[in-house]
């Protein structure tokens, strides 16, 4: 499956927001999107410059802006969609919990890797547990009471490392524990839309789906 490999403050500057693709380094680093708030491109200034901005382009620029925080592509997020909304409940906040509850989420969330790339890459190279047994699929979903753990020959690697000696500077979820010696995690209940700390309009990502 093909990936967007460029620039991931380009991403940043076209969706006119910090999209923390960088993880923690985001926190420390100036973003270009604080030094160019317009979209990259030899038209972006001339974007910026329009006010009328469209019904169907907000929806569009909210279902980008998702689909590249948690690093899905087009095919996983419709499927995702069409997955939820079956379930009980409010179809936007269920899209969201979803995303939030893929094991490479959940790896970034606990500290295990600084962004969700990185998390994506230390569960498909086999260095992930969850409850004993090693996943190598970033899109599986956790559930209340699963343990994510670190393989022990994992946990000296530098990034690792790096990663849980910044993880103080990131607020924690409230729907998961960790133990940052031991380099295990335990899911303890579902998280709700006031739990996910993304700033989106998922409402917007529904009514494009729906079109």
């Keep these: 499956m093909s990936r967007y490999t460029g620039p991931a403050c380009k991403l940043c ?9 960088k993880g923690t380094r985001c926190l420390t680093e100036k973003c270009s999107v604080d030094k160019r708030a317009y979209a990259p491109g030899d038209h ?10 469209s019904e169907y382009a907000k929806q569009l620029r909210e279902k980008q802006k998702v689909k590249r925080i948690y690093g899905v592509s087009e095919k996983q997020s419709h499927n ?6 079956k379930l009980p409940g409010v179809t936007g906040t269920n899209l969201l919990v979803a995303l939030e509850i893929r094991l490479d ?5 606990m500290g295990f890797a600084a962004s969700r790339k990185a998390a994506r890459q230390l569960v498909r190279h086999r260095h992930i547990e969850v409850n004993g047994r090693t996943v190598n ?24 490392r790096a990663s849980l000696e910044g993880l103080a ?8 524990t960790v133990d940052t010696e031991k380099a ?28």
């Design 80 to 85: 995702t969609l069409e997955n939820v909304r």
């Design 44 to 53: 972006g200034q001339a974007t910026a410059r329009r006010r009328k901005v």
């Design 13 to 21: 500057r076209r969706e006119s927001t910090k999209l923390f693709l």
């Design 169 to 176: 500077r990131v607020a924690p979820v409230p729907w998961m």
């Design 184 to 211: 295990v995690g335990k899911i303890t209940e579902m998280p709700t839309r006031d739990t996910i700390p993304i700033a989106a309009q998922e409402q917007l990502i529904v009514e494009l789906y729906s079109k």
């Design 137 to 160: 699929v970033p899109s599986f979903s956790v559930r209340p009471s699963d343990e994510v753990r670190l393989r022990e020959k994992s946990r000296d690697l530098v990034a690792v």
């Design 105 to 109: 989420n959940v790896v970034h969330r």
